[in-house]
């Protein structure tokens, strides 16, 4: 069964640090998403990505949040100058196409924040 | 907002029981997803059900959607421990952003 792939598992960073979370979409899926879990929250879009630009984002994904896809396996999400609010699980998801298709989530990274 | 909310937030069954999860939402909605989640790992795809579709079936797993009530459920039959895990319904309003409720923690007890 193909898998979305989310590397590194845990990042622990310091605050203003910039960090950056990679994933892995399955190959032959065209949209990729990011979303975050803050502990004992619920899960929040963060972002969805297709044909090399931004499709939607969400009021989080301000400018300390930047998306990329640097090859053709790739798609990273990148935190400028981290907070400690943005601990959380981030979530790297992927679709086949736009519409009515569950999603395929990776096992995410938890970061911490200190 | 359209966000989902399930009930109950937490259930706690034998093996071999049937569970029953209900999630409401409060906008039209194009489909409604259900996932689980086992502890600290990440979302698992169940179950998609159209707005035109009222049931679905998947194994054990049958998911209803009422459009009029703004409500889904999702019934697990003969639940096994391996069941344990908690349990997010996801609406869809327009393009392919997943607006999640607040879960069900279901524990199947052996």
């Known amino acids: 069964e193909p898998e979305v792939t989310q590397t590194p598992s845990h990042q622990v960073t310091q605050m203003g640090q910039e960090v950056i979370l990679r994933c892995v979409p399955i190959?032959?899926?065209?949209?990729f998403y990011w979303y975050r879990q803050i502990l004992g929250q619920k899960v929040e879009f963060l972002v969805s990505?297709?044909?090399?630009?931004?499709?939607?984002k969400s009021e989080i994904f301000d400018d300390q949040f930047s998306v990329e896809r640097p090859d053709g396996s790739n798609f990273t999400l990148k935190i400028r100058s981290t907070k400690l609010e943005d601990s959380a699980m981030y979530f790297c998801?992927?679709?086949?196409?736009?519409?009515?298709?569950?999603?395929?989530f990776g096992s995410g990274t938890r970061l911490t924040v200190v | 907002s359209q966000q989902g909310e399930e009930d109950p937030q937490a259930l706690s069954i034998q093996e071999g029981e049937n569970a029953t999860m209900n999630c409401s939402y409060k906008t039209s909605i194009n489909n409604l997803q259900w996932y689980r989640q086992n502890s600290g790992r990440g979302l698992v795809h169940l179950i998609l059900?159209?707005?035109?579709?009222r049931e679905k079936h998947s194994g054990r797993l049958r998911v209803t959607l009422d459009t009029s009530k703004k409500s889904s459920s999702l019934l697990i039959t003969a639940s096994r421990a391996a069941d344990t895990a908690s349990y997010f319904c996801a609406t869809v309003f327009a393009g392919n952003m997943l607006t999640f409720g607040g879960g069900t923690r279901l524990m199947v007890k052996p």
């Open positions: 998801a992927s679709t086949p196409g736009a519409t009515a298709y569950g999603y395929t």
């Open positions: 190959s032959n899926h065209l949209y």
């Open positions: 059900i159209r707005s035109n579709e």
């Open positions: 990505f297709y044909n090399n630009e931004i499709s939607e």
